[in-house]
C-alpha cells in the first residue's frame, strides 16, 4: 500500500491531505503535537516547533519507512504570526524557521534514504513564498526559504525517479485563519473580495492539489499557486 507521511494534520489543510489519500487508499501517517482526528490514521506525537524534536523521530518512523511500493512526504506544519522586520525578535525568527525550515530539512534527511522510485516530497507554501504583506515577516522569510528547498531538492535527488514540488494555496477556510480574523466580518470582506471567486479555498480543494502533485513527476521542481486566482492592487 502507498504510504503517507504528512506533518500537521491536526487540522485545516493537513487534515484534509490525511482525509483525502486515505479515501484514495493510502495509508496514512500524521506528524504533530495533536493527533489527526480522521479514521484509520497513525499518529506520531511530535512538536517540530521545538529545537531538535524532528531528529528524535528516527525509531518512530522506522516501521513506516520498509515494505511500501511508494511514498509520499507532505510538509504541511506552519503557523503564522503577527511581526514586522523591525521589531522582529530573533528567538521569534527562529521559532518561525524552526518549524518551517528546521523541522521539514530534518524529516527530509531521515526520510529520503528510504524513498524508492516514484515517492514524492511535496511542500505546502503560501502566496507569500514570492510576495509579502505587511505584518507578517517571520512567516514570509521562512515559505521564501522554504522554496528553496523545495528547489535544492529538486537538483540534488535529480536522477532518482524522486520528485518535489510546492503547493502554495491562498486564503484558505481553516481554524488558523478563522482564529486571525475572529468576528471582524469586514476582514473577511476584505479578504474574500482579493479572490477572483470572491470566497474562501476549501481545504479539500488544496488536498485534491496535493494528490494530484504525488502522481505527477512533470511537475518536479515546480512552485503551484492554488489560490483560485486573486485580484492584483
Given at each position: 500500500?502507498n504510504r503517507l507521511?504528512?506533518?500537521?494534520?491536526?487540522?485545516?489543510?493537513?487534515?484534509?491531505?490525511?482525509?483525502?489519500?486515505?479515501?484514495?487508499?493510502?495509508?496514512?501517517?500524521?506528524?504533530?503535537?495533536?493527533?489527526?482526528?480522521?479514521?484509520?490514521?497513525?499518529?506520531?506525537?511530535?512538536?517540530?516547533?521545538?529545537?531538535?524534536?524532528?531528529?528524535?523521530?528516527?525509531?518512530?518512523?522506522?516501521?513506516?519507512?520498509?515494505?511500501?511500493?511508494?511514498?509520499?512526504?507532505?510538509?504541511?506544519?506552519?503557523?503564522?504570526?503577527?511581526?514586522?522586520?523591525?521589531?522582529?525578535?530573533?528567538?521569534?525568527?527562529?521559532?518561525?524557521?524552526?518549524?518551517?525550515?528546521?523541522?521539514?530539512?530534518?524529516?527530509?534527511?531521515?526520510?529520503?534514504?528510504?524513498?524508492p522510485p516514484g515517492?514524492?516530497?511535496?511542500?505546502?507554501?503560501?502566496?507569500?513564498?514570492?510576495?509579502?504583506?505587511?505584518?507578517?515577516?517571520?512567516?514570509?522569510?521562512?515559505?521564501?526559504?522554504?522554496?528553496?528547498?523545495?528547489?535544492?531538492?529538486?537538483?540534488?535527488?535529480?536522477?532518482?525517479?524522486?520528485?518535489?514540488?510546492?503547493?502554495?494555496?491562498?486564503?484558505?477556510?481553516?481554524?488558523?485563519?478563522?482564529?486571525?480574523?475572529?468576528?471582524?466580518?469586514?476582514?473577511?470582506?476584505?479578504?474574500?473580495?482579493?479572490?477572483?471567486?470572491?470566497?474562501?479555498?476549501?481545504?479539500?480543494?488544496?488536498?485534491?492539489?496535493?494528490?494530484?502533485?504525488?502522481?505527477?513527476?512533470?511537475?518536479?521542481?515546480?512552485?503551484?499557486?492554488?489560490?483560485?486566482?486573486?485580484?492584483?492592487?
Amino acid at each position: 500500500m502507498n504510504r503517507l507521511l504528512v506533518t500537521g494534520a491536526s487540522s485545516g489543510i493537513g487534515r484534509a491531505i490525511a482525509r483525502r489519500f486515505r479515501r484514495d487508499g493510502w495509508s496514512v501517517i500524521n506528524i504533530s503535537r495533536r493527533p489527526c482526528p480522521e479514521p484509520g490514521v497513525t499518529n506520531i506525537s511530535c512538536d517540530l516547533a521545538e529545537p531538535g524534536a524532528a531528529d528524535g523521530l528516527t525509531a518512530a518512523l522506522a516501521p513506516w519507512l520498509v515494505d511500501r511500493p511508494r511514498l509520499c512526504l507532505v510538509h504541511n506544519a506552519s503557523i503564522m504570526q503577527s511581526n514586522r522586520v523591525d521589531t522582529l525578535g530573533s528567538a521569534d525568527l527562529r521559532a518561525a524557521l524552526e518549524l518551517n525550515l528546521v523541522a521539514p530539512n530534518a524529516l527530509n534527511r531521515l526520510v529520503i534514504p528510504h524513498l524508492p522510485p516514484g515517492s514524492s516530497i511535496l511542500y505546502i507554501g503560501s502566496t507569500l513564498a514570492e510576495k509579502a504583506v505587511p505584518g507578517v515577516a517571520g512567516y514570509v522569510i521562512a515559505k521564501h526559504g522554504l522554496v528553496g528547498m523545495m528547489r535544492a531538492t529538486c537538483q540534488d535527488l535529480a536522477g532518482r525517479g524522486i520528485h518535489t514540488c510546492m503547493i502554495c494555496p491562498g486564503f484558505t477556510d481553516t481554524e488558523q485563519l478563522r482564529n486571525l480574523i475572529g468576528d471582524n466580518a469586514g476582514t473577511l470582506a476584505a479578504i474574500t473580495a482579493l479572490s477572483a471567486f470572491d470566497r474562501l479555498i476549501d481545504p479539500e480543494e488544496i488536498a485534491a492539489a496535493v494528490a494530484f502533485a504525488a502522481a505527477a513527476p512533470v511537475l518536479n521542481g515546480a512552485l503551484i499557486h492554488a489560490n483560485l486566482g486573486q485580484r492584483e492592487r
